[in-house]
């Protein structure tokens, strides 16, 4: 069944709708802190919640020409960037930098993309922008499977700090790397109570997918999953946002991190799910 042609039982979550709850139960301070990527690892680490590290916040072209040393391998981000857009991942090897998708970048490529990213070429609604430089993590083995490339990572969709919807997206050479839809990454929904896959979809639709399609045996649970939950609430939690898209990632040595979190989440993840987020949501009115 075409993503876009799934009956609901429920009426879908409109995008009107959406923006208007968040307007209306996302402070603009705790949307404006999450934005701020740096900001918010900081926030996390306050908290006792892993987050990749920074290695560099960099600021202006004077911080890129002083760049001298670039560890083996970082990934560049834009501080404020959405989408996985402007984010490169790279691994060096002698002079050149090399994606999970293999494209070659040389140092110069390096400077101009993070010159770039301080022009604010990635981030909508603001003139300038900081590029970070951050460690790069390794998924767990546990979530790599065929057609992987990069870090794929668990959206968790919460509201008022309950997670009411997720799904793992996996991040493949289409994708470069990146785990975001809108670059390609391919949805899985996930049932909230045990972590197994439900439904599995991507942006544009060529395949009909099945977790055999990707060599994932049939009894596959996500990880930890318990413990995912609770650290995405947690995490929700200390965002200040009623409506939070929380970005989870199992690191190859099984630990849970956290990316960020996003106070405009996208609604795809009712498409993924086969799963209307109002029904979801009506669910937390009546737990709460
Ligand atoms: N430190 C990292 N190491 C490896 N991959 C990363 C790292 N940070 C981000 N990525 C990849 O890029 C994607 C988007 O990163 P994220 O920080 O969530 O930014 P965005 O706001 O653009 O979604 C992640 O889902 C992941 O696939
Ligand atoms: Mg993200």
Known sequence: MGINTFMFRERPLGMNLRNYLIRDLNPEDAVARARDKAQFKRVL????????????????????????????????????????????????????????????YTLEDVRGHLRKIVNGEFSDNIERDQALIEERIYPSPDLVFRYAAGLPDIRVFCFRSV?????????????????????????????????????????????????????????FRVPRWEEIRTVASETARVSGLSVAGVDVVLNSAGQIMVLEVNGHPGIEIQNINERSLLEALQGVHYIL
Not at 53 to 82: C, Q, W
Not at 163 to 191: C, F, H, K, W
């Open 45 to 104: 680490r306050e908290n006792g919640i892993p987050a990749p590290l920074t290695l560099y916040e960099i600021s202006d072209y004077s911080d890129i020409a002083r760049l001298r040393t670039l560890p083996g391998e970082f990934v560049i981000k834009p501080n404020h960037g959405m989408g996985g857009n402007g984010i490169l991942v790279v691994k060096r090897e002698d002079d050149v930098f090399i994606s999970p998708a293999n494209e070659r």
């Open 163 to 219: 997670p009411v919807m997720a799904m793992v997206r996996y991040s493949t050479e289409i994708s470069r790397g990146r785990a975001n839809l809108s670059q390609g990454a391919v949805g899985m929904g996930l049932d909230m109570m045990t972590g197994g896959i439900t439904h599995i979809h991507a942006k544009k639709e060529t395949e009909d997918y099945t977790p055999d399609f990707f060599g994932i045996p049939a009894d």
